[in-house]
């Protein structure tokens, strides 16, 4: 039976308990990589430009065989809808977030994707009696279903055996597939490929009209992008290519019925993607579509006359349909859910600790661990899972405070934050009784010592929009900067391969959407994975193009311009440069890694750096290992923090502020101000417990002059966090010279004591666990002080062997750089200076 989910009525509810930050979720938790089975690099990309994702909006479509209805997938189930209908029916509604639909021929089935938060399998959907098989249970991750056109096979992707997206074909039987063939060995190239693996890859499948081709996406032998268009002869395995350009996985061709074109979704000289067509005989693509928005995985109708898209022209995705000869579009809205299973409807208000309404991160969870989130609203999903706390990984919407949401009847579990200075509250509800709704949720902020001060927070790393489902305007990044409390935004407008998304907003003041309690700053980040990656805020004049080097085979293959040369073009307008998600584990334990290269030392050693990115989308103790070595050298550079958040991605790290730094202010915003005191160094760095430390009076950025003989230095210092932690920590020059054991985990302390200092150094307040935590969707909790500085005619002792850490660095980084391509010796010569003035300068502090 369908149950019809009236919007406007107010149900009843019963609370059952509240759970407040006393619950300590960590028991157990293990965080993972999601779907770990692929073995790829960089799985923040296809995590989201290829692999289905949760939203709210429609994510993919297929046709009916009377091209009068569709059939997609939305809030993870299937629907069916018919066009001119308001209307949509819910197909699926099962253990499992369901995706990627493909009707048969016959319209008696339909194939589809099946998430269960371990894997992805084929299911596969008869239409009349709503019964759900399983077509694989080989634990791999399946995708892209699509029917041949006599109804018999399927083409599909799968990482089985393998861990690579391989190319496969199969005969479907009733209830399972036979004669599972894969039609794209795996095969590991020499081309050097920057973001992608070095195995080759096959996506994308579509059959020819006549059932004996298949047209998919190959990377074969391709240095950039998912790879070309390429057609297969199912009869003797041979490949020829139809169309070559540069791709990111969305590329989904499809063949119209008649045979006689196809359409595909590309970026070609642009910033956003758009529907392209060309012949099957011929390549020379026209776009059907324009927009500064994304248009993606189209399908023909089976009369060839129309085409059915994604777009997210308004923000989330939804589903249009595109006459193919006049090029008229239209939206196929839906404003009437008929619903699997009985719904009724919940209204909740969040409120602060004066009954005011205000922003918030939410998740709404049933007893299957299945996610439910408002209509229109932004789904967002962590990166990595907990399994043994949720079979998923964790969903959540930003609320702007009040909110009407469908529900089955069921138990729920809401989880309700705001940022790290409010307490985490949980409760649970369920739906299956009656209370009096609206559902009050106050949150109340942690109780900081009165001495503390009002302090404010920016997230120094943030792509506004980075070629993910959605699409991000600066209201919207307010509103999520404002549900997680975080006054500065600075979004780093970058490159995604050849597009740059948010270069047109590119100004040197704030933006013109900012409000009184959130400001969002344009700055750019720049690509070289080799010198490492920078960011460069306060640009005045322009964002600095192409905005990378170092892509093979391309015109800008030349490591120059070198990050020293980037650092000077931005202090020329004003600008401060950063070093940003510095390091990981390998790359500095227990020592350091023949292939690292990053060009830090040298440009700190030649004053071209401003920051250093200590908590970001790194491993935090890691990068800290680094920048200890820095401080031992003298080098006073100041921690900062920035999340890297791709804003407009449904599966992201993030949210947006998740890592972050807090400088002492109040009143009106300027981020003049709040530059200027975190380059000073008067700030503290987090992914979520608060800090403070007070040393003789002095806090961080501030010194302290001590004599020859020494000193005792008095120190107070406490900790606040939403979650536990497990070790609050002194550090003298690197070292921890004061461990304050703290009675299991732990999320309020203060503490006080004294330590003796002979010689100049830096003092520093840690706070951080060794295990990971289910509400907090970063590697483990971690938060440092900057350091207070001593200032005496005595040495720091390890001085010494910091200079020597960094010259064995440079001496590295000085032998592979000559060996790197150059445009000319005038450009090596350039990078080699550098790198030699830089080893001048760790030699001398060897002696």
């Known amino acids: 039976m369908i149950f019809k989910i009236m919007i406007t009525k107010v149900c009843q509810f019963i609370l059952l308990f509240v759970l407040l930050i006393a619950f300590d979720p960590r028991l157990n938790a293990q965080r993972i990589p999601v779907l770990n089975q692929i073995d790829l690099p960089h799985n923040y990309y296809f995590h989201e430009l290829y692999l289905p994702q949760l939203t709210s909006g429609s994510s993919s479509v297929a046709w009916m065989p009377d091209s009068k209805s569709v059939v997609y997938s939305m809030a993870g189930s299937l629907w069916k809808q018919k066009l001119g209908s308001d209307t949509a029916e819910q197909l699926t509604d099962a253990d499992g977030y369901d995706y990627q639909p493909d009707v048969s021929p016959d319209g008696k089935s339909i194939v589809f994707v099946r998430y269960n938060g371990s894997s992805m399998e084929l299911m596969l959907l008869e239409v009349k009696s709503g019964e759900t098989k399983s077509l694989t249970v080989n634990k791999a991750v399946n995708l892209e279903p699509r029917w041949s056109p006599d109804g018999n096979k399927l083409a599909f992707v799968s990482t089985a055996n393998t861990g690579h997206f391989l190319l496969y ?135 060839s006359d129309k085409i059915a898209f994604i777009s997210n022209r308004t923000g989330n995705t939804a589903l249009w349909i595109v006459n193919a000869f006049d090029g008229a579009q239209q939206q196929l809205t839906i404003n009437d859910l008929h619903y699997l299973k009985a719904r009724t409807t919940l209204s909740f208000s969040v409120r602060d600790e004066n009954e005011i309404p205000i922003a918030a991160r939410v998740s709404i969870t049933d007893s299957r661990g299945k996610f439910y989130s408002p209509r229109n609203s932004w789904i967002h999903a962590d990166d990595s899972r907990y399994p043994d706390h949720n079979q998923y990984e964790a969903h959540y919407f930003h609320s702007k405070g009040n909110e009407i949401i469908s529900l089955p009847k069921d138990k729920f579990m809401i989880q309700v934050s705001r940022g790290p200075e409010f307490e985490i509250v949980k409760m649970e509800i369920d739906t299956r009784q009656n209370i009096s709704s609206p559902l009050a949720i106050t949150l109340k902020k942690l109780q900081v010592p009165s ?37 500065f935004v600075f979004n780093l407008i970058v490159n995604k391969e050849q597009r740059i998304p948010d270069i047109n907003y590119f100004t040197p003041l704030p933006d013109k959407h900012s409000t009184n309690k959130t400001m969002i700053l344009h700055a750019q980040e720049f690509h070289t994975s080799f010198w490492g990656h920078l960011g460069l805020l306060n640009l005045n004049n322009n964002v600095i193009l192409p905005g990378y080097s170092g892509y093979p085979k391309t015109a800008v293959e030349s490591l120059f311009p070198h990050n020293g040369f980037i650092a000077d073009k931005a202090h020329e307008q004003q600008g401060l440069v950063g070093y940003v998600h510095p390091f990981e584990t390998s790359q500095i334990f227990p020592e350091q890694s023949s292939t690292l290269f990053s060009e830090l030392p040298v440009d700190v050693a030649l004053g071209k750096v401003n920051y250093y990115e200590l908590v970001g989308f790194a491993d935090h103790k890691a990068s800290e290992a680094v920048w200890y070595q820095l401080l031992n050298c003298g080098f006073r550079l100041p921690a900062g923090a920035g999340t890297d958040a791709m804003a407009n991605y449904s599966s992201l790290r993030g949210p947006v502020g998740l890592n972050r730094v807090y400088v002492k202010g109040e009143g009106k915003l300027d981020h003049k101000i709040f530059l200027q005191k ?54 003298w020059n690197g070292e921890v010279i004061s461990k304050h054991k703290l009675s299991g985990p732990t999320k309020s302390a203060d503490v006080k004591g004294t330590i003796t200092v002979k010689a100049s150094g830096w003092i520093l307040l840690r706070a951080w666990s060794e295990k990971s935590d289910p509400d907090l969707p970063d590697l483990y909790p971690y938060a440092s002080t900057n350091p207070i500085y001593i200032v005496s005619e005595t040495k720091n002792i390890n001085q010494k062997k910091a200079a020597d850490y960094f010259l064995k660095w440079v001496t590295r980084l000085e032998s592979k750089a000559n060996d790197l391509p150059y445009r000319n010796e005038s450009e090596k010569e350039t990078v080699m200076q550098d790198i030699r003035n830089a080893k001048d300068f760790y030699q001398q502090r060897v002696k």
């Open 451 to 487: 001495n503390f001060g009002n302090w404010l927070s920016g997230d120094l790393h943030v792509h506004m929009n980075y070629g993910g489902n959605y699409r991000n305007t600066p209201e919207i990044l307010v509103a999520q900067a404002e549900a997680e409390n975080l006054n």
């Open 169 to 303: 074909i199969a005969n479907v039987e009733t209830d399972k597939l036979s004669d599972i063939r894969c039609l794209t060995p795996d095969n590991k190239s020499n081309v050097n490929r920057y973001y992608y693996s070095a195995f080759d890859h096959a996506i994308n499948p579509v059959w020819s009209k006549n059932g004996d081709q298949l047209y998919f996406i190959s990377n074969k032998e391709i240095a950039h992008g998912t790879g070309d268009i390429v057609s297969m002869n199912l009869d003797d395995g041979s490949t020829k290519i139809i169309h070559h350009e540069e791709t990111s996985w969305r590329t989904k061709p499809d063949i119209s019925p008649d045979g006689s074109r196809l359409v595909y979704s590309s970026y070609l000289g642009r910033n956003w993607q758009q529907l392209w067509l060309i012949p099957l005989e011929g390549d020379y693509p026209i776009p059907l579509t324009y927009g500064e928005y994304d248009n993606t995985s189209p399908r023909w109708s089976p009369t």
């Open 678 to 731: 975190v380059m000073q160094g008067k700030s503290f760095v987090t992914n979520g417990p608060l800090l403070g430390l007070a040393v003789d009076g002095k806090t961080a950025g501030d010194s302290i002059t001590i004599s020859t003989r020494g000193q005792t230095l008095a120190y107070t210092a406490f900790l606040r966090s939403q979650i536990p932690v497990d070790y609050l920590e002194i550090i």
